[in-house]
Antibody
């Protein structure tokens, strides 16, 4: 079955870049699906960050667009997120996701990883 | 502030029926499908309803979704204690954005 697993530092300093990777098993990242990121800040709801297709096409949340970089490495069957110039408001549990058919249909989720922004 | 509006809380006794509403606009719910997610405490969200009213394999038929105009609803019948969770609606917006509702915390009394 499809499994997604996030990895990356749990603590990032303010103004630095947050970097996360999502390893995919049981399915190919070079499929027709899109691969993305969603976060949930403490005490708040879910926020979509963006998603990427292996062809290189990307959609990003307009409010985060200038700080978000995403990539797919089909040879390693994984995809990555970089969020630059982080502040405390970027502290959240970050989930990597697969879209079933694009849009807002996220049919597989990683377990999530907590990233805290603090000096 | 979320563009999709959900009540922050809902509750019901075991066995009862509960509905959760999700209100949006013409550029999101009005022109795109709605999906619903269930997030149990300490776990990742799970797709509960897709394409307005479809259940993924394994989701009990106690859960159902509907959409009318710029609003959608999630209904849970035969409420069980394990249904206590946060529920989110989501929809694509024509501004090239995915919107989530603010979430509804369901309490089983």
């Amino acid at each position: 079955q499809v499994q997604l697993q996030e990895s990356g530092p749990g603590l990032v300093k303010p103004s630095d870049t947050l970097s996360l990777t999502c390893a995919v098993s049981g399915y190919s990242t070079s499929s027709t699906n899109w691969w993305g990121w969603i976060r949930r800040p403490p005490g708040k709801g879910l926020e979509w960050i963006g998603y990427i297709h292996y062809s290189g096409n990307i959609y990003r949340n307009p409010s985060l667009k200038s700080r978000v970089t995403m990539s797919v490495d089909t040879s390693k069957n994984q995809f990555s997120l970089k969020l630059s110039s982080v502040t405390a408001v970027d502290t959240a549990v970050y989930y990597c996701v697969r879209t079933g058919d694009g849009g807002s249909n996220f049919d597989h989720w990683g377990q999530g990883t907590l990233v805290t922004v603090s000096s | 502030q979320s563009v999709l509006t959900q009540p922050p809380s809902a509750s019901g006794a075991p066995g009862q029926r509960v509905t959760i509403s999700c209100s949006g606009g013409s550029s999101n719910i009005g022109s795109n499908t709605v999906n619903w997610y269930q997030q149990l405490p300490g776990t990742a969200p799970k797709l509960l309803i897709y394409h307005n009213n479809q259940r993924p394999s394994g989701v009990p038929d106690r859960f159902s979704g509907s959409k009318s105009g710029t609003s959608a609803s999630l209904a849970i019948t035969g409420l069980q204690s394990e249904d206590e969770a946060d529920y989110y609606c989501a929809a694509w917006d024509d501004s090239l954005n995915v919107l989530f509702g603010g979430g509804t915390k369901l309490t089983v009394l």
